[in-house]
């Protein structure tokens, strides 16, 4: 909503802000040491070492306080040059700062503090003036945070802030935040019953309700078809392997930290699989092909389970347990251009079903860490040059960025903006020579000679988890008909005139394929409209003395007080037609 980070205004405002809460939070709390308190895309944050002390968010009335009496004695920001030695003189106890003032040359003069009032911090600049010009803030959250990024060390506590230029965009920003409180998935798989957690289960191993079920399996169905028209194979493939499997792909050489620990059985060690692209190099080798048989699409809706840290775990957004929307393609080299192709089509078809439009294209790169990737500087060349042409050629508008390709080859990833704002990958599509030639996989060419096939990772949906909880708070749990858990709710007005009326039409729509529920209970009608809107159910029909009369249905959907009625088999047309078309229905912004 707002990009803090690259405003002119904003920038300076929050840079100061964050300093201006590492007094106020010098001054409420004893032996604190500060480490980095940079502007963010949205705000700052500052980390800090409070020792034996906490920081929640019950404390952050008290932090706020403290903020706004320093702005309002307003002390002037002002800046001064130091040498490395007065830097670590005055910093000698805190050893996150020195940590910085170390990377200095020894005569370096040029190091640069920052002076409120009591308050001095190291800093390259950037301040507004005065604190006085702070007037305009909000604490958001805290969390912690290893310094420098490494679980070996010392976990801070991170307190993020916001600071804006007026009151009207602090308002709009509360606003905001309203709204994704309301939107937010865990919110409302909760409210809504599509998931659960338990701490017997574990952090990131959620459980499907019901109707969770329903959403997922409906996207499983959805996505497998799209697949099998454009010729792809589905298998099924274990979710145990043995570490050795992950040695020869590599994996475990690069993403050993990111899989669960061996299990040791008599003479075996197996692992759970983080990933199922060795699994299919297995299937592919298992026959001989021909170069007339490729390009050879294998499909699979995998299991897969990764570690992520604790403090990473968000809801279905980012979990530890995972089943994907996977496939690779086993192509030659003359066949790469034409099946990535295909993958964007495919990207931008499911897209178009999901009305999904705030996303780009991301071009990710290898980095400089040469122990992170697999070290063939030709072959990366070879694989990112011919990935960047065939974008280039399709027309495909892209950005690049180093440091995010997976270890074996340069990826098309799909950055979304989730309606919290949250930015994810969601769909991918990878390109790799790597892997093949691990396994020494091979096809037979018309000179009868074996040929290693290049292969693309993909996944569309990428996991069931995310694509959800996007979608969840996309459509802010309502779902379209056609993903609906329950799609319509049948509401006889009178229980002992219109029940069996309202049971054939259950009866009815069943046998016509929709998920449909009877809500018959001894309540008043307006309690159980009120339910079924609570529900987020796409259709009510309601049946009274009118629709009895005339074999009519009276609809009413959520979102909208209108009601229409139907003659039921029109009914029945526009509810099939609503539901293979996918339609999105707009909500009436004067409802309920």
Known sequence: MFNTKDDAILYPINHSCAHLLAQAVSNIYSDVKFWVGPVVEEGFYYDMDLGEATIKEEDFPKIEKEMKR???????????????????????????KLYLIDKFDEDSDEISFYTQGDFTDLCRGGHVESLKELKYFKLLKVAGAYWLNDSKNKMLTRVYGIAFDSEEKLKAYENYLEECKARDHRKLGKELDIFMTS?????????????????????????????????????????????????????????????YPVMKMDKEEVVLR????????????????????????????????RYEKSGAVMGLERVRGMCQNDAHIFVR??????????????????????????????????????????????????????????????????????????????????????????????????????????????????????VTPVVIHRAILG???RFSAYLIEEYKGAMPLWLAPTQVMVIPVHHEYHLEYAKNIVTELRKLGFRTELNAKNEKLGYRVREANSQKIPIQLVVGEGEVSNNTITLRRFGSRNQVSYEKNELYKLIEIENKTKFIYEEDNNNN
């Open 70 to 96: 320093l702005a309002k004695d307003g002390k002037r920001i002002v800046g001064r040059k130091v040498t490395k030695k007065e830097a670590q003189d005055f910093f000698k106890d805190n050893p996150y």
């Open 463 to 465: 996991t069931f988890e």
């Open 333 to 450: 080299k003359d066949q790469i251009k034409e099946e990535i192709k295909g993958v964007v089509e495919l990207i931008l078809d499911v897209y178009k079903d999901f009305n999904i439009k705030n996303y780009k294209f991301r071009l990710s790169l290898k980095g400089d860490d040469n122990e992170k990737y697999y070290n063939d500087p030709s072959m990366w060349e070879n694989a990112e040059n011919s990935l960047r042409e065939i974008l280039n050629e399709l027309n495909v508008e892209y950005y690049e960025a180093k440091d995010e390709a997976a270890f074996y080859g340069p990826k098309l990833d799909v950055q979304i903006k989730t309606a919290l704002g949250h930015e994810l990958t969601l769909s991918t599509c990878q390109l790799d020579f790597l892997l093949p030639r691990k396994f020494d996989l091979y096809y037979i060419d018309e000179n009868n000679e074996k």
């Open 274 to 305: 983080p990933m199922n692209c060795p699994h299919h190099m297995l299937l592919f080798k298992n026959s001989l092909h021909s170069y007339r048989d490729l390009p050879i699409r294998i499909g699979e809706l995998g299991q897969d389970f």
């Open 199 to 259: 701490e017997l289960v574990g952090p990131g191993l959620n459980l499907w309700l019901p109707n969770g079920a329903v959403i997922r399996r409906t996207l499983e169905r959805y996505i497998v078809d799209k697949e099998l028209e454009r010729g792809y194979h589905h298998v099924y493939t274990p979710v145990l392997a043995s570490s050795e499997l992950y040695k020869i792909s590599g994996h475990w050489d690069h993403y050993k930290d990111g899989m």
